[in-house]
């Protein structure tokens, strides 16, 4: 019998490669239209000699922001199943007071990983690939300022993931070579087991912490920072110098204006956490003492931390502002109310996102006078927050509300950001955050913002332009039940975790008080309603993008009616009538009460008429 031993490595190699090639081949030769169908022999030789690459080539060397967009995306969306993954154990873990399935090791390397992988790796990539895809529409620009370094931002992502989350992956690789008698190359990966730091990896423990995978995580993170900023550095040159001319700043549209204020933030923030992490891995392998008691101590490794950590919740939340704000008016019939106030209260935010670090360490020993102007700044930047909030309920009022699932969410998301944002300013409170000060008061408060508002608003701008990005249209019935689960699991499972912080119970143990049990059930509850929510979600998206109704008509949301036919979705009809001979639409008559079926006849109620094409309100 032969052995996998006595293959050689370069023989296995072009077994791979060849697999590759053959299957990127049959891609080639059965590659379906977007609209349908498959491309005639005639329409693949024009293809060939205008268009880009097939198969994988394509996605490994496109410079295209639309393609870009949806690299971006898609590696968003597995980091996201790959951190929901550990939340599932861990909620699993928490069924029972004591040990459920998983050891407390396990249980420590879940929530670490769970964390470090939501925050750097799902919620920005996502917005990210939105942008890239949309904003340059938007503003009329053909691309974004450098497409090459577009690409190579976005490509740093993947190998930065890997690395953080590596400790798995070699530990896999590990066993399997152990199995066939590679021991010898099996132990060095065995010894990098994943990292137990938490995400905020506070010294002096992320200091001193044996396992070298930590090392190698901190690179990845690093990595990602500087994909971040170079991301961020195009999407500032192309608001600023790619904007069609009849495209003012008086005239941009709200989600370029919160993509700029994000893109702004992170430029001064992620180069910070940069230099901090630098300066950890060279503590942990050169000795050097920034964070040692002879240096700067643990305290300076807060600020430094906090500096970027807090800023980047507005760097995350701010894009699901600008997508609330778009994609609301169009279900209401109505423009945005107060236009010019959300502009401001946006770049407020930015301004005063900086000014707000400290509130995270209100339980050390830094100055009382300090700590109390903290608070009055954390406390001040609810007032642009609530600003928003109250032009949303105002664009809504005596609206004619269609509610699709875009605007089920959105609205289920304005929601969860006053739940969230009210429990905000609590914390901001000096008295009130020693008392809840490493509950699970903090765990449900943050998750209402973060799998409240900013994933509503994604996957609700992932209904909202689903047409333009495969040219199909999806179960509008299932994607109600879909965002009312969503809402459900969200309210359920964080609102019981409000319930346990005020309780008293500290987060971050695997074992607790039997007292809480009923507690952390109906928070385990609520968080398999949202994995059943994202599994539908992944269904519907899939199986509507290759067999969904086609789209005939551009106006899939009778945006026609309102004023609101927005610059998108004229590229959008521009390119169906180019591609696929498809005539415009007129502004029709509404009939329906879901808001459309895909471009057929009987789209929704557009509501009262909007003036402008943007839709704003001056």
Do not use: C
């Amino acid at each position: 019998m032969v052995s996998i031993d006595s293959i050689p490595g370069v023989v296995l190699g072009g077994v791979l490669l060849a697999a590759l090639v053959a299957v990127g081949y049959l891609r080639r030769r059965r590659r379906t239209m977007a609209d349908g169908g498959y491309p005639t022999p005639s329409e693949r030789e024009t293809e060939l000699e205008t268009e880009k690459p097939f198969g994988l080539v394509r996605w490994f060397t496109t410079v295209d922001h639309k393609d870009i967009g949806i690299l971006y995306i898609v590696f968003g969306v597995v980091a996201a199943l790959w951190g929901g993954t550990d939340a599932m154990m861990l909620r699993t873990e928490l069924i029972t007071p004591g040990k459920t399935i998983w050891g407390t090791e396990t249980y420590n390397g879940l929530f670490t990983t769970h964390g470090v992988t939501m925050i750097f790796f799902f919620a920005l990539p996502v917005f990210f690939g939105i942008a890239n895809y949309f904003l340059p529409m938007l503003i009329g620009a053909d691309d974004m300022s450098f497409p090459r370094i577009n690409a190579i931002a976005f490509w740093l992502l993947p190998p930065s993931l890997v690395l953080v989350r590596g400790g798995l992956i070699t530990e896999i690789i590990g066993k399997l070579l152990e199995s066939v008698g590679l021991s010898a190359l099996a132990y060095p990966l065995l010894a990098l087991t994943p990292i137990d730091m938490s995400w905020t990896m506070y010294t002096p423990m992320s200091s001193s912490l044996a396992n070298p995978q930590i090392d190698l995580a901190l690179l990845g993170l690093h990595l990602s920072g500087i994909a971040t900023t170079m991301g961020a550095i195009n999407f500032i040159v192309t608001i600023f110098a790619e904007r069609a001319d009849d495209v003012e700043w008086a005239n941009l549209d709200i989600f370029s204006w919160t993509m700029l204020t994000t893109s702004g933030i992170a430029l001064f923030a992620f180069p910070v956490l940069g230099s901090a992490i630098i300066m950890l891995f060279l503590d942990r392998n050169f000795g050097t003492t920034f964070f040692a008691l002879e240096g700067g101590g643990a305290i300076l490794w807060q600020h430094l931390f906090w500096f970027w950590g807090h800023p980047e919740v507005y760097i995350l939340v701010l894009p699901a502002f600008g997508l609330t704000s778009l994609i609301l008016p169009k279900f209401s019939g109505r423009k945005l109310f107060g236009f010019k106030f959300i502009v401001y209260s946006t770049l407020a935010i930015g301004v005063l996102s900086f000014g707000v670090w400290a509130h995270h360490m209100f339980t050390t020993s830094v100055d009382p006078r300090v700590k109390a102007s903290f608070m009055a700044v954390s406390i001040a930047i609810a007032i642009p927050s609530a600003v928003k909030t109250f032009n949303w309920m105002t664009t809504m009022w005596s609206g004619n509300i269609r509610l699709t699932a875009p605007m089920i969410l959105i609205i289920g998301g304005i929601g969860t950001f006053i739940i969230g944002g009210v429990t905000g300013v609590f914390l901001a409170s000096i008295p009130v955050d020693l008392v809840f000060h490493d509950t699970y008061y903090i765990v449900g408060h943050f998750h209402f913002i973060i799998m409240g508002i900013i994933a509503m608003s994604m996957v609700a701008a992932s209904y909202y332009w689903f047409p333009i990005l495969t040219r199909r249209m999806y179960d509008q019935r299932l994607a109600q039940v879909q965002a009312v689960l969503l809402i459900v699991g969200v309210t359920v499972s964080f609102t019981a975790m409000l319930v346990i912080g005020y309780l008293g119970l500290p987060r971050r143990y695997a074992y607790y008080p039997a007292e809480f049990t009923l507690l952390h059930q109906v928070a385990t509850a609520g968080a398999y309603i949202i994995a059943l929510s994202v599994f539908l979600w992944i269904v519907n998206f899939v199986q509507s993008a290759r067999t969904g109704p086609l789209v005939m008509d551009a106006d899939v949301w009778n945006l026609k009616e309102s004023g609101q036919f927005t610059r998108e979705w004229q590229w959008f009809e521009r390119q169906l009538q180019e591609r696929r001979g498809f005539e415009r639409s007129t502004p029709r008559t509404p009939v329906a009460e879901d808001g459309g079926s895909g471009g057929s006849s009987d789209v929704g109620d557009g509501g009262e008429g909007g003036g402008g094409s943007d839709g704003r309100d001056d």
